[in-house]
């Protein structure tokens, strides 16, 4: 499986910004896909996941009621619509599959792994 993942870029507190993540070589539709940020010196953390029928989408608790995750399998993408950004948002941020439709909420959950895209987000 082969992640790509765009979007990121430089915007101010407040701001909105989607990240795209797309997806090949696996039948997308059976694998949960997650979103992980890390920032310099931390820990890479769960943003978002959601399952491969996009019915179960659990989100971290500081990004709760602030981002969304969401899928379209007729494309093999998943997005990250991020609104109403913080400084402390500001992350290397990475998607990630599994190898199972059922959503998971650790990195050692998930198999495959794009490049980071970078968000930082200026107060």
């Known amino acids: 499986v082969q992640l790509q993942a765009s979007g990121g870029g430089l915007v101010q507190a407040g701001d909105s910004l989607r990240l795209s993540c797309a997806a090949s070589?696996?039948?997308?539709?059976?694998?949960?896909m997650g979103w992980f940020r890390q920032a310099p010196g931390k820990e890479r953390e769960f943003v978002a996941g959601?399952?491969?029928?996009?019915?179960?989408?659990p989100y971290a608790d500081s990004v709760k009621g602030r981002f969304t995750i969401s899928r379209d399998n007729a494309k093999n993408m998943v997005y990250l619509q991020m609104n109403s950004l913080k400084s402390e948002d500001t992350a290397a941020y990475y998607c990630?599959?599994?190898?199972?439709?059922?959503?998971?909420?650790?990195?050692?959950?998930?198999?495959?792994w794009g490049q980071g895209t970078l968000v930082t987000v200026s107060s």
């Open positions: 959601i399952s491969g029928n996009g019915r179960m989408i």
């Open positions: 070589g696996r039948t997308f539709s059976t694998s949960a």
């Open positions: 990630a599959a599994r190898s199972s439709a059922i959503v998971v909420i650790s990195t050692r959950g998930y198999d495959y």
